[in-house]
């Protein structure tokens, strides 16, 4: 068992790995090597058409797994879905969405916040909606896929409060969100090959 999930996450590799224009439709995949006490960790979920995938070189440069994004990378925060994850230190989801809350309300007192629908079948998460003073909607979701995995994750995406798209966008944030898994990841090439995860 052990050996074909291996198997099948090289195989979700070298999908990842295709060029850019390939990528339409497909599943993408984050992945981290195992660290001390937490075993290695793959997410995948899907990516929406027309979007592109990137680990390895925007992501890497703002300190992320993976960013998801439509046409050309521009580094704007705007309409860029970015997924984060670390290893868990906090006591719980509530905490994490607790911490992050008091640090946006920190920063912005006058910030509205609500919810987000959320419906991901494989791993607890809560989503929250932030409407900025600065007329931005900030999108935070906390994922955890359980205390035997070591790690929590988030899903985030800054919106125009009036962007024409926000409610596209947002529907699309929350299915990539949805159809996030998370993977136990087994390194068995020893670095060989080629990657697509950080």
């Not at 979007?51 to 993976?66: F, S």
């Not at 609500?114 to 998460?125: E, F, L, Q, R, V």
């Not at 995995?149 to 299915?175: N, Y």
């Not at 090959?193 to 950080?198: N, V």
Request: with cysteine.
């Amino acid at each position: 068992m052990k050996r074909l999930l291996t198997l099948f996450l090289l195989g979700l590799l070298s999908v990842a790995a295709h060029a850019v224009g390939d990528d339409s439709g497909r599943g993408v995949m984050a992945y981290g090597k195992a660290d001390r006490d937490v075993p290695g960790w793959a997410i995948t979920t899907d990516l929406p058409d027309g979007w592109t995938r990137d680990c390895c070189m925007y992501a890497k440069a703002i300190g992320v797994n993976l960013v998801l994004y439509q046409g050309e990378w521009t580094g704007d925060p705007e309409r860029v879905m970015v997924l984060n994850v670390w290893p868990s230190k906090l006591s719980s989801l509530e905490a994490e969405l607790q911490d992050d809350r008091h640090h946006y309300l920190g920063r912005d007192p006058a910030a509205k916040v609500g919810a987000i629908a959320i419906d991901n079948k494989s791993m607890t998460c809560r989503g929250v909606h932030y409407e900025g003073a600065d007329h931005k909607d900030d999108l935070v979701v906390f994922c955890d896929p359980g205390l035997a995995t070591g790690v929590r994750l988030s899903w985030s995406m800054t919106l125009a409060h009036d962007d024409p798209r926000k409610a596209e966008l947002i529907a699309l944030f929350q299915r990539v969100v949805d159809q996030s898994k998370y993977l136990k990841y087994s390194d068995e090439t020893h670095g060989a090959g080629t990657k697509a995860g950080r």
